[in-house]
């Protein structure tokens, strides 16, 4: 967030975990921490009977090994664990499915707090499939379906909401060839995945929601302190709009800048009261069009004027 001189920071809620309920300190992580991927865990008790839960402290860490980690994390409530930390303690093995938005319902089912040995597929309307390397079923609804082994569980307290760390190494991974690019790579708006928010909120990371930040790392921005301080400090440009000029790899010369005043837009916007925000309007326009080098030449034409 860009904030100009005659404007102040916001007013911050400060927390002290070690003085706010346990409960209530969940929802501010949940909320802030968002929004998080699902992995909806398979997994298998040494009697046979199959789990399905879903959790959202979750992630990928590695691709070399390839390394997923999920908490399953003691209940506040009671301060109980869960079947899928059992069962991985017993057997080793789950299998992490993704969640669509088409299964997302049936997800959510999955969270009800069924007594133990309760088969979630069933309850559920999941389709079992068996795995080829675990043992644990897949969920055939899910477009991708990783068998995990697991590779270290790590506990990070003994209180009510204190999570397990179940660090996983994907040994097969089966991926629904309808949601692949033709050059093979998942498309998000195919894959159509959903994420948890806070309490009872969702994303559904597709459609509009979808956006590209093309940044290449190997190319070295100049930087926002080469802006001039002027640009910094826009009525009009967000810090996103400035970041896009600051990630090139150098801002226009003087020439080239100047090159752009006979651009009939640019007169018209000379003929205003206010020349420096209508410039600046222009330079908006460019940029979320993705015109960054002539965005950047309106930005910066104010200065040379």
């Known amino acids: 967030m860009t904030f100009n001189d005659d404007k102040t920071f916001p007013l911050m809620l400060t927390i002290d975990p070690s003085q706010i309920p346990t ?55 009671g301060n109980t664990t869960k079947d899928t930390l059992k069962n991985v303690e017993d057997t080793g093995e789950v299998v992490i499915n993704v969640v669509p938005h088409a299964i997302v319902r049936q997800m959510a089912l999955c969270s009800v707090e069924y007594e133990s040995g309760v088969n979630e597929f069933v309850k559920a309307g999941f389709t079992p499939l068996p795995s080829e ?45 309808r949601v692949l690019t033709e050059s093979g790579r998942i498309d998000p708006h195919k894959i159509d995945l959903v994420a948890r928010m806070g309490r009872f909120f969702y994303a559904r990371a597709s459609g509009s929601a979808i956006f590209e930040v093309a940044q290449t790392v190997t190319v070295i921005g100049v930087g926002f302190d080469a802006l001039p301080e002027g640009l910094r400090h826009s009525t009009v440009l967000t810090g996103n709009d400035l970041g896009q000029i600051a990630a090139l790899p150098a801002l226009p010369s003087r020439d080239d800048i100047l090159g752009i005043a006979a651009d009939e837009r640019i007169k018209a916007a000379l003929a205003q009261d206010k020349t420096r925000e209508a410039i600046h309007r222009l330079a908006k326009t460019m940029l979320e069009q993705n015109e960054v080098e002539l965005g950047a030449k309106m930005a910066l034409l104010p200065e040379y004027l």
């Not at 968002?34 to 865990?41: E, S, T």
């Not at 070399?64 to 003691?74: A, E, K, T, V």
Request: net charge positive; charged share 15%.
């Open 23 to 77: 409960k209530d300190l969940h929802q501010y992580i949940l909320g802030a921490v968002a929004p998080r991927p699902i992995a909806f865990a398979s997994t298998i008790s040494l009697d046979g009977v199959p789990n399905l839960a879903p959790y959202s402290f979750f992630n990928a860490f590695s691709s070399n090994p390839p390394i997923l980690i999920f908490s399953s994390n003691r209940r506040v409530a």
């Open 133 to 177: 390397q675990v043992r644990p079923f897949r969920v055939a609804e899910s477009p991708v379906q990783m068998e995990c082994k697991v590779e270290q569980i790590l506990p990070l307290g003994e209180k009510g909401g204190a999570g397990n760390l179940i660090i996983c190494r994907i040994v097969l991974m089966h991926i629904d060839e």
